[in-house]
């Protein structure tokens, strides 16, 4: 192992955005037993902070890898295509529209019935967001226009959350 090692290079899986979750989860279970610092109790307390260090970019990994939009911006940057979210808000315009009609439609949700109608809009967007994120990066290998598709997909996932607040407040 090697700190330099990409995320993909240290759990020996293809630099793709497909990734198999249960194959994650089993090399990362692996390379923890590999560094747990308790292994190294016995080579004293350097060894064990180094085994602390691998404890750590494993588990930073695993969280990156695991996470499709968060693996989808990693593999952007990885590929000279930085996501830029603080700077580059720039979205086509049926996609503005999009977001003012999901705003209205939540500050006009009185019950559970309006917010399931807006969920399941919201996560049939999610959806197709990252199927197009599979196409472009595995397929066309466009890490610039996959770099822009991470951005809509951020403000879809924000937007889920806030619906997912507000069932919240109706259940209480």
């Known amino acids: 192992m090697n700190l330099n090692d990409t995320d993909f290079e240290l759990f020996a899986v293809p630099p793709t955005f497909a990734q198999e979750r249960a194959a994650l989860d089993a090399r990362w279970k692996e390379l923890q037993r590999e560094a747990h610092p308790d292994r190294f109790a016995a080579q004293g307390a350097a060894a ?23 693996r989808a911006t990693y593999l952007c940057e990885l590929n000279g295509a930085p996501v830029q979210a603080e700077t580059n808000t720039a979205m086509p315009p049926e996609f503005l529209m999009q977001q003012m009609e999901w705003r209205e439609a939540l500050d006009e949700a009185a019950d559970e019935a309006a917010l399931d109608v807006l969920k399941a809009q919201v996560d049939e967007a999610r959806a197709r967001a990252l199927s197009s994120l599979d196409w472009l990066i595995d397929e066309k290998g466009d890490y610039l226009a996959a770099a822009a598709q991470v951005r809509a997909l951020m403000f879809i996932e924000r937007f889920a959350s806030e619906v997912d607040q507000r069932f919240d407040r109706l259940g209480q």
Not at 50 to 63: D, L
Request: no cysteine; aromatic share 8%.
């Open 48 to 70: 064990q902070r180094v085994a602390m260090q691998w404890s750590v970019r494993i588990n930073e990994a695993y969280q990156r890898l695991k996470d499709p939009l968060r």
